[in-house]
């Protein structure tokens, strides 16, 4: 069975969240950008089992996005000019 439009939005906003754990600038817009794209690229399927293929690639993805940007917590680096500064 396909996964609901609930789940394919939660699937989406969890990647989009493991993303913005990147410490680093570069991979973190990067690795939002391609969710997005390949969001919206699919978003016309009609077939169950493409659905059901890209949500579970997607499924896929979030794991290996939790391990590398565990990853990246552990290996700082400093800021680039384009990040803007945190407000205190």
């Known amino acids: ?8 939005l939660t699937l989406y ?4 969240g493991k993303a913005q754990k990147f410490d680093n600038y570069n991979y973190r817009e990067y690795t ?6 390949a969001f919206k690229e699919h ?4 077939e169950e089992d ?13 794991a290996m996005l939790n391990r590398q940007t565990t990853i990246s917590q552990m ?14």
């Open 43 to 46: 978003k016309n399927l009609k």
């Open 13 to 16: 906003k969890q990647l989009l």
């Open 50 to 62: 493409k659905i059901t293929e890209f949500f579970n690639e997607g499924v896929d993805n979030l």
């Open 1 to 8: 069975m396909a996964p609901n439009k609930k789940q394919i």
């Open 75 to 88: 290996f700082t680096f400093d800021k680039l000019v384009v990040e803007p500064l945190q407000k205190h």
């Open 32 to 37: 939002k950008r391609r969710v997005h794209d």
